[in-house]
């Protein structure tokens, strides 16, 4: 189980106390996730921006965040998240899409903010 990191970076509070809770969820997860990953022929950050999109759809605030660290980390750019985003304006609506935008820019400026306390 991975106890420091998810996904390559911080793990949430809620995540870890999870994963210490039910370990063997926490692992048959990640191992669905790489078989997932293992399977298709999209590379790290196309899958991290569908990810997005689907947790718009979804209304999962914290699974987006999530997406949008990893989409980061895989060298997806702001302008690029905010396209996944917006491609849902049509489709679950103007109100969701805005909640989603701004669930991602909060992700950036926390991420800005980890990194500046990394220095």
Request: aromatic share 6%.
């Amino acid at each position: 189980m991975k106890t420091e990191s998810h996904g390559g970076g911080k793990m949430p509070g809620t995540f870890r106390r999870f994963a210490e809770r039910f370990p063997d969820l926490v692992d048959a997860h990640e191992r669905i996730a790489q078989a997932v990953d293992a399977e298709g022929q999209f590379d790290a950050r196309i899958a991290e921006l569908i990810k997005i999109g689907i947790c718009l759809g979804a209304g999962l605030e914290s699974a987006l965040r999530s997406h949008v660290r990893k989409a980061t980390q895989a060298g997806a750019g702001v302008r690029e998240i905010e396209q996944a985003i917006i491609q849902g304006m049509n489709t679950v609506g103007f109100p969701r899409t805005v909640a989603a935008w701004s669930w991602a820019h909060e992700q950036f400026e926390r991420d800005r903010r980890e990194q500046e306390e990394v220095r």
